[in-house]
């Protein structure tokens, strides 16, 4: 029985994407964090997670979040970095969405 102690982490982040569907945010935010702190779901559970905490206004928090998987995924992030781009614009922070654009720009040229 070498299972029995053992923790599925797709489990977490698919139960993340069940109750983030469901509109069940609280919970989907718990998911998403819990699937990060077990290295699972890649860059996409801190964008997941981001939209959630954007959602319930809590936007230092998604700002964090999309940080913390800009630098936990630096080959696979570009999107992170798009987001970042687009919350910049937004408040016309010119300077750092440029910053969080040439970054995306170094991993992604054609697009």
Not at 34 to 50: E, R, T, V, W
Not at 79 to 89: D, G, K, R, S
């Amino acid at each position: 029985m070498p299972y029995i102690d053992q923790v599925d982490s797709s489990a977490y982040f698919n139960a993340a994407i069940a109750a983030d569907q469901a509109g069940k945010l609280v919970k989907a935010e718990k998911y998403y964090a819990k699937s990060i702190d077990m290295n699972y779901g890649g860059p996409d559970a801190f964008h997941y997670l981001a939209i959630i905490q954007m959602t319930e206004g809590d936007t230092v928090s998604a700002l964090e979040s999309y940080r913390q998987g800009i630098v936990k995924f630096p080959e696979n992030n570009s999107f992170l970095n798009i987001q970042m781009v687009n919350y910049h614009l937004g408040r016309r922070e010119l300077v750092t969405a440029k910053k969080y654009a040439l970054s995306a720009l170094e991993q992604d040229s054609i697009n």
